[in-house]
């Protein structure tokens, strides 16, 4: 009985783990892309910054990505900043994996 139990204490302590790593990253993700988006809509230094903390903010709004992608969508269209959905879905798909990458080496 005592493995049975060793191993499902085991598995919840991964899971959390793993849920916490995926948080830092998707956080990590998103400042990324909200400067990646500042840079596209022309801001730098402070407005770039707050610009990103914006897009990181927007990430509570529901589960997943698409409250993140809301928000830098509309923000493209409004400023008339060329960006198909497909290279803003692309964009964040890569700056995940990069953000992973970085939570795994540190």
Known sequence: MTSMKDREEGFEKKFVMDEELRFKAMA?????????????????????EAYATEVVMS?????????????IRRDFDAAGVEQSDHQ????????????AQQIKNS
């Open 88 to 99: 803003i879905r692309r964009t964040m798909d890569e700056m995940l994996a990069v953000a």
């Open 28 to 48: 990590r993700r998103n400042k990324m892309l909200g400067l990646w988006a500042a840079e596209k809509l022309g801001k730098t230094g402070p407005d770039a």
């Open 59 to 71: 990430d509570v709004e529901e589960a997943g990505d698409h409250d993140v992608f809301r928000k």
